[in-house]
């Protein structure tokens, strides 16, 4: 079975620069994750979807970082401007239902990188 | 939600030796998860186990649950080289639609 896909791995761009960062949750599930992971800060959530709808964006940290997830299968996250502290390794991951009774399954990243 | 604290922040063992984690965490949960994230990689969900479970196994890794102290404890058996990782807890409460992760701890198992 595919995993979660994230596509680029990896991405340097300069400083004011749109950067969109790309995602395909495993087939079939109804939850999808967003984080963002720095040594400062560690795993940080910043947006999570459930069956396409954005339920809690509380974690995204500027009006500059915005989520999409047009239909089940794809989600984006978009930076419009991005900043050298937007660089971090960016996640994302699905799930089967409420994580209280689920695991989350992760993709390999995007590691970004804004000069 | 609530975040869960592991301790150590870092272990550094021998092939061979067993490997214990912690984590800590404040208020009443619904299950309790343990995720290892590999160099590079995302993280991988290892086992789950439920607030009226005590212990759980699976392989080479043993999970213990005291709702009474609020804690968790990770036990890995005769580590290998491949367990090197850092490892995450993740205390679920219930009705939790998200999880949040604590700093980890890193685990380096050396050959």
């Known amino acids: 079975d595919a995993g979660v896909i994230q596509s680029p791995r990896h991405e340097v761009t300069e400083m004011g620069q749109e950067v969109t960062l790309r995602c395909k949750p495993i087939?079939?599930?109804?939850?999808l994750f967003w984080y963002r992971q720095t040594m400062m800060r560690g795993l940080e959530l910043l947006i999570y979807f459930n069956n396409n709808v954005p339920i809690d964006d509380s974690g995204m940290p500027e009006d500059r970082f915005s989520a999409k997830m047009p239909n089940a299968s794809f989600s984006t996250l978009k930076i419009q401007p991005s900043e050298p502290r937007d660089s971090a390794v960016y996640f994302c991951?699905?799930?089967?239902?409420?994580?209280?009774?689920?695991?989350?399954?992760f993709g390999d990243g995007t590691r970004l990188s804004i000069l | 939600s609530q975040q869960g604290e592991e301790d150590p922040q870092a272990l550094s063992i021998q092939e061979g030796e067993n490997a214990t984690m912690n984590c800590s965490y404040k208020?009443?949960?619904?299950?309790l998860q343990w995720y290892r994230q590999n160099s590079g990689r995302g993280l991988v969900h290892l086992i789950l186990?439920?607030?009226?479970?005590r212990e759980k196994h699976s392989g080479r890794l043993r999970v213990t649950l005291d709702t009474s102290k609020k804690s968790s404890s990770l036990l890995i058996t005769a580590s290998r080289a491949a367990d090197t990782a850092s490892y995450f807890c993740?205390?679920?409460?219930?009705?939790?639609?998200?999880?949040?992760f604590g700093a980890g701890t890193r685990l380096f198992v050396k050959a």
């Open positions: 993740a205390p679920v409460n219930t009705g939790g639609f998200k999880t949040i």
């Open positions: 186990i439920r607030s009226n479970e």
């Open positions: 087939s079939g599930h109804d939850y």
């Open positions: 208020t009443s949960i619904n299950n």
């Open positions: 991951a699905s799930s089967f239902g409420q994580t209280s009774n689920q695991p989350q399954h």
